[in-house]
């Protein structure tokens, strides 16, 4: 498969200083990002994200491994033309206004002056700024500042997108709206990394995950094939039974209090069938359960640390 980011064993320590000792940040970290995918990098506060990005982007540089970009080493600089990024904590000059912060990057990715204001314009309002682009910066709010960066991200129409944590600091419908606008980027072709904590907005949107945790890949693959692994089903009854028969396997549980529903192991699965039809029960529906990616999540990492929250 065409492969637009490849990360081989990325080892990065940050300095110590008076009274601080080193930090490992990473320690062998893998991560690929097929063409045309939308892939969620996450991990609970600490775990590595931010780190990884700006070893990619080229702002920090790492201790030791390889990454390439477009089958190309990134020690070659042309090799992040075509990338986006918005960062985690935007760092712009407050003092321009957004259409001059858009036209200024525009001019650093080498475009023309007339296109780069059609596409401010344009890409001013897919962020939903609509017409308030005219007050500096500093004048915005945390969320306004995010949907600018966003802007920025995209103003040279990169073919990979990397984007740091891009709903925080966003009420809940400017969640909702840079969901949206990441699902046609999406489908529209862009490859895109996402790292984020926010479980649920990373299973609408991706393909596939890398789980990382304290610097090292915890799990990795497609987001179906995850959330299936644990082969587990789920077993509707068409009405309630009265109590739990006798001699249910041991790896049943029921998921309701009025006994409609039950999860078993696949091992255990026919075993339940029989022991439920014997005792009267009428079988609506017996299919493979899906865990929620919160659940896979707590599964491969613990809680510690770990926001659940939208
Ligand atoms: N500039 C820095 N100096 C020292 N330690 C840092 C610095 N930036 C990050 N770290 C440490 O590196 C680890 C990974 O941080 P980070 O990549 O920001 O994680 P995440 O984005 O997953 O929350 C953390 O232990 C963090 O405290
Ligand atoms: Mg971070």
Redesign the pocket.
Known sequence: MDTVLGIEDLH?D???GWR?PR????SGLNLEVPRGKTIG?L????????????CIIGL?RPRSGRISLFGEEIIKANARKSVGFLP?QPYFDLYLTPRKLLSYYGRLAGMQPGDIKARTSYLLNLVGMGDETDLSMDKYSKGMLQRIGLAQALISEPEFLIL??PSSGLDPLGKIQVRDLLASLRDSGTTILI?S?QLSEIEELCDGVAI?H??RNVASGGLEDLLLSREEYEVVLEEAMPSPPEGLPASVSWMDARLTRLVVDRDDLNGALRTLTESGAAIELVRQRRMTLEEYFIEQVGNEGWETGP
């Open positions: 990065k940050y300095p110590g601080k930090r490992t940040a990473l990098l991990g609970p506060n600490g775990a590595g994200k931010t780190t990884t990005l700006k920090i985690e740091d944590e790292s904590h990382i304290k610097g």
